[in-house]
């Protein structure tokens, strides 16, 4: 089975990324491996933290690395690490810039350099300032910032019609139709561009609709249905796919709404 455990946590979740901020934080992942379309940003201020992914490699121990979308991991221990975690979606500009410097089943510890530089970054933030301007800082101190037209215009109505529709109202056949491509030719261009199956990103972004949902005191039927789920098995599937365990776990760890407000746990 699944072992979460956590303390002194702090957290930030806006559009389809969150911030994370834990002192000490043991994640074990034996039957419900998870692959998401995010890259992981992990950094520890004090003590190091250890990884074992699913690959049969040894453990590895460092301070900071950058985990690469669909990386499985098996154990997470950090004790007394301080541990920041910048979860990058797929979606966005700092993700596509990032996959220039690292693969996509590819975990990568950072220099000494490099290290030192993000752990500066971390320690100068304003703290009443959102993560999310932390995290562009981040990104850009490890890679360079490609040009802004980093997607094909068809990609990107595709992208616009996803935002607009609840998932139980998109098909591909409905997306392909819109914007002038057959199903194959989508579906082909969406994964050469995306780097993602067009089906699974579209459960991405279902999952994520339902996460702010529960985030703002929704409960998790409620939220399963306003993200357009058939029903609360439907959405608790698609949770363990993205996060490897299920969103009543991920609420005893991350906490309720009224918890949030109490522990400063911000969205935006």
């Known amino acids: ?52 992914l699913i690959d049969g490699a040894p453990p590895t121990i460092c301070q900071s690395m950058i985990v690469g979308p669909d990386v499985l991991r ?31 089943n590819e975990v990568q510890i950072l220099s000494d350099a490099q290290h030192h530089t993000v752990v500066k970054l971390c320690r100068l933030h304003d703290t009443d300032l959102p993560a999310r301007n932390l995290l562009t800082s981040v990104v850009y101190s490890l890679c360079q910032q490609q040009p802004h037209d980093w997607l094909d215009t068809r990609i990107h109505r595709a992208l616009t019609i996803i935002d607009n529709t609840t998932i139980d109202e998109l098909s ?58 058939y029903d609360l098995p439907h959405f608790n599937r698609v949770a363990a796919e993205f996060s490897g365990f299920s969103p009543s776990m991920g609420l005893l760890l991350f906490g309720t709404f009224e918890l949030h407000q109490q522990r400063k746990i911000l969205s935006q």
């Open 74 to 104: 098996e154990n997470f221990i950090a004790e007394e690490a301080d541990l920041w975690v910048f979860d990058v979606g797929i979606h966005t500009q700092e993700y596509h810039d990032l996959m220039s410097i690292i693969h996509i």
């Open 172 to 229: 591909i056949a409905t997306i392909s139709s819109q914007i002038g491509l057959s199903e194959s030719r989508l579906r082909a261009l969406f994964a050469k561009e995306m780097g993602c199956n067009l089906s699974r990103y579209i459960r991405f972004i279902g999952f994520w609709r339902a996460i702010l949902l529960v985030v703002h005191g929704n409960n998790f039927t409620e939220a399963a249905h306003g993200a357009g789920f």
């Open 1 to 52: 089975m699944n072992k979460i455990y956590a303390s002194g946590i702090y957290i930030e979740v806006w559009e389809r990324s969150f911030f994370l901020r834990v002192n000490s934080f043991q994640y074990s992942e034996y039957y419900r491996p998870a692959k998401r379309p995010a890259i992981s940003i992990v950094i520890a201020l004090n003590k190091p933290f250890i990884v074992s």
